[in-house]
T-cell receptor
Framework: GESVGLHLPTLSVQEGDNSIINCAYS??????FIWYKQESGKGPQFIID?????DKRQGQRVTVLLNKTVKHLSLQIAATQPGDSAVYFCAENSSNYGQNFVFGPGTRLSVLP | DSGVTQTPKHLITATGQRVTLRCSPR?????VYWYQQSLDQGLQFLIQYYNGEERAKGNILERFSAQQFPDLHSELNLSSLELGDSALYFCASSVDPDLNSPLHFGNGTRLTVT
């Protein structure tokens, strides 16, 4: 099946700066997307989701942008904090997969003091 | 805390052995998913159950099997274990897979095969 990928495997940002994590997906039929955060020794933690009928959604310090034209998804984290250091995964879902999520390989975010 | 409980947290066993991993979904969630996470493979979907019935299969080996019980907890059975089966195994649950609802993950079982 098709898979979700990420442009950058690692990202280092200064504390207080904004972070942008990118994700490319290949299945144009995908209609639901989620960003997860995984800290060491823990399971993936839900951050924010977006449906294909939207192009932007905001949460607390996070914003997800969806560009269906180029099949691109991004996660923006405002005022990045040390606690944001983790691996971030994007996941896509479509009825083509029988409602099963396909995860990208992940991006490691390191917040520098 | 996601509300998904996985036991045991760690499991060390020898090649050729069989183990059972257990998962209790969040209260109210009817669907359970199993994922395998290894360093070089990322999160790989294994199998999904919904209300006791198998819903979808991913890259699950024939040596692996799973089931969801009437109380909705699920077990993943891994047999004839090989060194390459060493990985983190995650269980996730969702309310209804047809509603595009997020998966909520447990903290996983770390399996080490020696």
């Amino acid at each position: 099946g098709e898979s979700v990928g990420l442009h950058l495997p690692t990202l280092s940002v200064q504390e207080g700066d904004n972070s942008i994590i990118n994700c490319a997906y290949s299945n144009s039929a995908s209609d639901y997307f989620i960003w997860y955060k995984q800290e060491s020794g823990k399971g993936p933690q839900f951050i924010i989701d977006i449906r294909s009928n939207m192009d932007k959604r905001q949460g607390q310090r996070v914003t997800v942008l969806l560009n269906k034209t180029v099949k691109h998804l991004s996660l923006q984290i405002a005022a990045t904090q040390p606690g944001d250091s983790a691996v971030y995964f994007c996941a896509e879902n479509s009825s083509n997969y029988g409602q099963n999520f396909v995860f990208g390989p992940g991006t490691r975010l390191s917040v520098l003091p | 805390d996601s509300g998904v409980t996985q036991t045991p947290k760690h499991l060390i066993t020898a090649t050729g052995q069989r183990v059972t991993l257990r998962c209790s979904p969040r209260s109210g969630d009817l669907s359970v998913y199993w994922y395998q996470q290894s360093l070089d493979q990322g999160l790989q979907f294994l199998i999904q159950y919904y209300n006791g019935e198998e819903r979808a299969k991913g890259n699950i080996l024939e040596r692996f099997s799973a089931q969801q019980f009437p109380d909705l907890h699920s077990e993943l059975n891994l047999s004839s274990l090989e060194l390459g089966d060493s990985a983190l195994y995650f269980c996730a649950s969702s309310v209804d897979p047809d509603l595009n609802s997020p998966l909520h993950f447990g903290n996983g079982t770390r399996l080490t095969v020696t």
